[in-house]
């Protein structure tokens, strides 16, 4: 742990240094670069912004690939173990969690079932030494496979991938029913006692990584403009246009596939904050490719060792990963650096690096939304980050967050792009179907050899919902390949306005963040084209406008417990 310690003090350094010298950079106007040509360099205030809500100030992180059950399965019960961080739940915390403890899924789980095979498993409990687990298979089809029409009952069959050596499910496709306790994710846990959570959120679809940014960015995965190569994550959508279930790397990005990409029609959130003039920006770990880490990696090839994960260091970016460049309107493809204050509209096209945020958030230009993506060692995703690594991240961006004088008008959301195929126990029938019959997919059962199907499998071979229920797409027809809702995923705010320790049951998913972003900022201005939050449910159920707590709560990166070194006010 000394070693742990003392290495992520030494990254925490060398990021606060790099942060420092991009400060002058970002503060300065220059000459006008923006892409409206309108000459104009005023710099608007996010403060003195109208707003529906008491929040000026919004900022979301998207992490990478966990359930709800997977973080959140026993919440709030921890075990305790010795030598690991204790979480006491306070005791006005919520009991009536939909989880595994009610019904007691623990003990009588349907995955225990010979459908599974030799990953037949109940839901376990991981701790902080199998942090580092497998990345489980989160695509569009295998993940319908393994809700089994709702059965939700062949996860080892069709998502689970186990870790070579390891003991027990561990070590087989069972390890995709391992939970993690407070005693690992304890800072998530700690937000959750303090602020609000949700447990009623879900991916607006199934599938990966790019469709859930997409949803979470414009609401929509239909509207897909090929670029190089085909992919079968191409969908045809049955009304001549395509629709993506899978990932791929945007259009035109620098860093981004030589062989498979594609680019999106649609509009999203970006576009109408920018017919607004709001100040806003997209954050990515790695995005600078001028910067040089602490081990010489530069340009796309920035990389950070992990302190969990041996091995090699981890590519900072990851194209598949960063929404706002599958939009020629949003897309900065160069990663060219900001010529005016972090937020305007430059030649940086409101894409920056991560650093940019800390340092433009420090010397007091906090945009008015800030989407986040942690470089690669920090985002949650299995096989490349692990909670540990990644609370630490985040733990850091709250502290800092905190400390601003703008924190009183602040609110952060954590949420992700899907689930990563780990397994949650809850359901809803399809609200927006899909009917994909053509054999496209390839699927693995038990981790035999592959088999050849339809990409909608929820219902039967080639069925997701009910006839008829399919949504509109960018042309205003039905389209396949948007089945869903998917996966329940984990969704936490905090704020000064949010519920304190508050479970909400409002239905929400990815396309909630784009309409609470359009309802305080843009007087319910909506996306269009199909987007999903025209008819997805609102967040405001975890906030309080009426009785603002000015709660600070700082936690120790390292373990997530609260920090008794600094003072924690209300």
Known sequence: MKNRTLKTALLSTVAMLAVAATVASIRPVIADNDHDHDGDDHVVNPNQLKTKTKIKHLVIVFNENRSFDHYFGTYPN?????????????????????????PALLDNNPNVNAGNGAGSSGPFRLDRTQANTRSQNHAYTPEQLAFDGGKMDLFPA??????????????????????????????????????????????????????????????NTNGVVPGLGTSTNELPDGNGGITLIGDIDPTGDVCSSTTTTVSMSGKNIGDLLNSKKIPWGSFFGGFNLLTMNENGSIGCARSTQSAVIPGNPIGDYIPHHIWNQYYPSTANPMHLRPTKPIGQQDQAN????????????????????????????????????????????????????????????????????????????????????????????????????????????????GACGTAGS?????????????????????????????????????????????????????????????????????????FDFNTKKSKVLFLDPMSGTIDSSRTIKN
Request: with cysteine.
């Open 78 to 102: 921890a075990l305790n173990l010795e030598g690991e961080p204790v979480f006491e739940p306070a005791p006005n915390t919520p009991r009536n969690i939909n989880n595994l403890l009610t």
């Open 158 to 219: 069709w998502t689970g991938a186990g870790t070579a050596g390891g003991s027990g499910a561990f070590g087989t496709t069972g390890q995709v029913m391992g939970i993690f306790d407070g005693n690992t994710v304890t800072a998530y846990w700690n937000y959750a006692q303090n602020f609000a959570m949700s447990q009623n959120m879900w991916g607006d679809t199934f599938g990966p990584s790019t469709p859930g940014l997409l949803n979470m960015f414009g609401g």
């Open 350 to 461: 409101h894409a920056y690096d991560l650093q940019d945020f800390f340092a433009a958030v420090g010397s007091g230009n906090f945009p008015a939304v800030s989407f986040i993506k942690m470089a690669a060692f920090q985002d949650e995703h299995p096989g490349n980050s692990d909670p540990l690594d990644a609370q630490t991240g985040f733990v850091n961006l709250v502290n800092f967050l905190m400390e601003q004088p703008d924190w009183d008008s602040t609110a952060v959301i954590l949420t992700y792009d899907d689930s990563d195929g780990w397994y949650d126990h809850a359901f809803v029938p399809p609200a927006h179907g899909s009917f994909s019959t053509a054999l496209t997919q390839t699927v693995h059962n038990n981790g035999g050899p592959g088999m050849l199907v339809a990409a909608d499998q929820l219902n039967g071979p």
């Open 470 to 542: 399919a949504p509109n797409g960018v042309k205003g027809l039905p389209v396949n390949g948007r089945c869903g809702v998917g996966p329940r995923l984990p969704f936490l705010v905090i704020s000064p306005w949010a519920k304190q320790n508050f479970v909400s049951n409002v239905f929400i998913t990815q396309a909630s963040i784009p309409q609470f972003i359009e309802d305080n900022w843009l007087n319910g201005e909506r996306i269009g084209g199909g987007s999903f939050d025209a008819t997805t449910g609102s967040i405001m159920d975890l």
